[in-house]
């Protein structure tokens, strides 16, 4: 059943190393958003990508954070610089169209020591 | 800009009992609804979602919920919970233009606990 896929599922950084995250869409999905979740709290969207486009990113933060969708291969989600504040699970969804319901991954829990 | 009110933190319910969640939300035009599930360490499940139409959506495991325009709510039912819905639930509004051109804006959630 080809779900969503996220990986790797952990990942533990260093303060100041880069840390890079990776998504599969469902099978025939081309868009593609991620989230961030902190403890305690819901999700906050990041950006919207379309294949080779980035569609909407007003979540992202303005620094070190960057995203992309290629041709081929997942959406990569890049956190260079990496800081204490950064630690989160952050979840990749998608869809078939930009008004189908959005289906979730499991996350990538980023540890940052 | 869309917001999403969940006022219950958490919610404790016996087996068997009667259950409701309450959502409100804020957006300017009617928006897309979602109730998602997460269970500990895991993704979000799709629960059930509003578009249009009949405003009483049915989902899955039994859930439903009723979109109520007047007073902004999308709040979610289950008539008898199971151990297994013990888990934490997530409203969400999507812009009506289409669903993800702004990404979903989500609740802080409501954490359910079942007693036996």
């Known amino acids: 059943n080809a779900g969503v896929m996220q990986n790797p599922r952990h990942l533990v950084r260093r303060r100041g190393q880069e840390a890079r995250l990776r998504c599969s869409p469902m099978?025939?999905?081309?868009?593609v958003y991620w989230y961030r979740q902190l403890p305690e709290e819901g999700l906050k969207f990041m950006v919207y990508?379309?294949?080779?486009?980035?569609?909407?990113e007003s979540g992202m933060p303005k620094e070190r954070f960057s995203a992309e969708f290629p041709k081929e291969g997942p959406s990569i989600l890049r956190i260079q610089q990496v800081v204490r504040g950064d630690s989160a699970a952050y979840f990749c969804?998608?869809?078939?169209?930009?008004?189908?319901?959005?289906?979730f991954g499991d996350g990538t829990r980023l540890s940052i020591l | 800009a869309q917001s999403v009110t969940q006022p219950d933190i958490h919610i404790t319910v016996s087996e068997g009992a009667s259950l409701e969640l309450r959502c409100n939300y804020s957006?300017?035009?009617?928006?897309?609804l979602f109730w998602y599930v997460q269970s500990p360490g895991q993704g979000l499940q799709l629960l059930l979602k509003?578009?249009?139409?009949?405003?009483l959506v049915q989902g899955i495991k039994g859930f439903e919920a009723e979109f109520k325009r007047s007073q902004s709510s999308f709040n979610l039912r289950k008539p008898s919970v199971h151990w297994s819905d013990a888990a934490e639930y997530f409203c969400?509004?999507?812009?009506?233009?289409?669903?993800?051109?702004?990404?979903?804006?989500f609740g802080k959630g409501t954490h359910l606990i079942i007693q036996p």
């Open positions: 969400a509004v999507g812009a009506k233009s289409g669903g993800g051109a702004d990404g979903l804006t």
């Open positions: 969804a998608s869809s078939a169209h930009s008004n189908q319901p959005q289906h």
């Open positions: 099978k025939g999905h081309s868009h």
């Open positions: 957006y300017g035009a009617t928006p897309y």
């Open positions: 509003y578009f249009s139409g009949d405003t």
């Open positions: 990508l379309q294949k080779e486009n980035i569609i909407d």
